[in-house]
């Protein structure tokens, strides 16, 4: 499995992975805490401009994108998916405008949005070019429950379910064992 920082992944790829992991789960630890924060955070992406900052309201919405975000990548190793955050997603996304941009590199959806809004349409432009180049089934969080760190699948058929099959996997699998084999 791929974290965030392996090379070779997609600009877009790597861009929403850190976004999610800006909560560390299992070590309780947010990169992002503030609105300063996050504004910091998002200037040293190029998602926002020296002068544009995060208003209260779109930095909540943020949080509560990169928490749906969460899900939605936690779904994609195979857990349900509660219907409640693709409602958020999509609540988020309708207050971020995205315009069309064409260029010599093709066309490109970009955030046309001020401030925070126009950051948060960044990162939904990088979620449509993820799925647009194949990369969105790919994004997982890691299915053990305390850790849920957002990484790339890079196994052959798609099917990895942790960030690391070394550390999250081995103390799954090992979890299992010592609870015994299921009763019947």
């Known amino acids: 499995m791929a974290d965030a920082h392996s090379p070779g992944l997609a600009?877009?790829?790597?861009?929403?992975?850190?976004?999610?992991?800006?909560?560390?789960?299992?070590?309780?630890?947010?990169?992002v805490p503030t609105s300063?924060?996050?504004?910091t955070w998002c200037r040293a992406r190029g998602l926002l401009s020296s002068a544009?900052?995060?208003?209260?309201?779109?930095?909540?919405?943020?949080?509560?994108?990169?928490?749906?975000?969460?899900?939605?990548?936690?779904?994609?190793t195979g857990e349900p998916l509660p219907a409640s955050e693709p409602r958020v997603l999509d609540r988020v996304a309708a207050s971020s405008p995205l315009t069309v941009?064409?260029?010599?590199?093709?066309?490109r959806l970009r955030p046309a949005g001020t401030g925070g809004w126009k950051a948060l349409g960044g990162l939904f432009a990088a979620v449509v070019s993820t799925q647009r180049d194949?990369?969105?089934?790919?994004?997982?969080?890691?299915a053990a429950g305390a850790?849920?760190?957002?990484?790339y699948d890079?196994?052959?058929?798609?099917?990895?379910?942790?960030?690391?099959?070394?550390?999250?996997?081995?103390?799954?699998k090992l979890q299992r064992f010592?609870?015994?084999?299921?009763?019947r």
């Open 101 to 107: 941009g064409f260029g010599p590199d093709g066309v």
């Open 11 to 31: 600009t877009d790829v790597v861009l929403l992975l850190d976004f999610v992991n800006t909560l560390d789960v299992e070590k309780l630890v947010d990169a």
């Open 178 to 183: 010592r609870t015994g084999p299921p009763k």
């Open 134 to 142: 194949g990369h969105w089934p790919r994004m997982k969080v890691c």
């Open 52 to 76: 544009e900052t995060f208003s209260p309201e779109s930095f909540k919405a943020a949080i509560e994108a990169r928490e749906a975000l969460r899900a939605v990548l936690l779904s994609h």
């Open 154 to 172: 890079t196994s052959k058929n798609r099917s990895g379910r942790w960030c690391s099959m070394a550390v999250c996997g081995n103390r799954t």
């Open 36 to 39: 300063d924060a996050l504004t």
């Open 147 to 151: 850790c849920q760190e957002a990484f």
